[in-house]
């Protein structure tokens, strides 16, 4: 009788620690979900502010027809890439950062040109134009550091004892990371030629 009474405490406690483990990976998924729409929304935030601010400042300013092609182009593309949160890939996500980083990269040769025809400074429009897009690359920045630490958490709770054994009965797989692109540790070159 008493191995009974022992066995069936130890299965409600196994039982136990069951259920908590997968709520508690439940909700951690759930917060790398969330945090995703947060970088996701940041990302459609400029999509939507460059074309209404370049549309301003175009009004102002003669700029290089090519570079404002680039941002837009880039934009579109950019815009037209979306992600699953459930069922996100290392790949996937590679794929999304390379999208949003031509973005990045047009928004670069942008003001690269302001810094050419330093008599764009002086349009209000322009300064407004190049704090927004200052100002929306840090929120981005921001919403991407959130999502690798929220993935980080996740990555460790299904890793961690007991968790890894409910993660692996549930099947919840590991979230990938936002990595930098090859070379970016090093400075860029700004060349006024």
Known sequence: ????????IIAVIAGFMLITSYNGLVQAEEKIDSVWANVE???QRRADLIPNIVNTVKGQANFEK????????ARAKASQTKIDPSNMTEEQLAQFQQQQNSVGSALSRLLVTVEKYPDLK???????LQAQLEGTENRINVARDK???????YNQKIRQFPTKFAAMIFGFKEKPYFKSLAGSENAPVVSFN
């Open 147 to 153: 999502f690798n630490e929220a993935a980080r958490e």
């Open 122 to 128: 002086a349009h209000e429009g322009f300064m407004n």
């Open 41 to 43: 929304s940041q990302y």
């Open 66 to 73: 090519e570079t404002l092609t680039g941002v837009m182009e």
């Open 1 to 8: 009788m008493k191995k009974w009474i022992i066995a069936i």
